[in-house]
């Protein structure tokens, strides 16, 4: 509540707007440099680049969605937590689209189709089915 007052009478729009704008390049940098970071691991373990994306990147950016969820069920908007669940599997899908669009050498899907990707999708659906 304290972070809604203060947004409300200290902060304008353009300010949220700056503030807005410069935390999403420092996220991009740092996904750049976690990406990276998650391939090396990959090579040096051993387990593969599938398990690293589905769990070590999906967890970390999935971090805030997931307290985001878990909060609004347990304030009593169930609502909210089950749309903003899938609302990020939404725009988790946006941008595995227009990666493909920008990645020039094959289709997305056919340079990392792997039967890792494929249980990981096929989780995924299961876990949509109990909602």
Known sequence: MFILKF?????SLSISIILFIAIGIVIAFAGYYLVKLADQLADITGIGEAFFGAILLGAITSLAGIIKSV?????GHPELSISNALG?????TLFLALAD???????LEHSSASYE???VGLL????????
């Open 124 to 131: 995924l659906i299961i876990m949509l089915c109990f909602t």
């Open 117 to 119: 990707n494929l249980l």
């Open 101 to 107: 669009f920008f990645h020039k050498k094959a289709n």
């Open 7 to 11: 947004q409300t009478y200290f902060m």
């Open 71 to 75: 909060s609004s069920a347990y304030q």
């Open 88 to 92: 990020g599997i939404a725009a988790q």
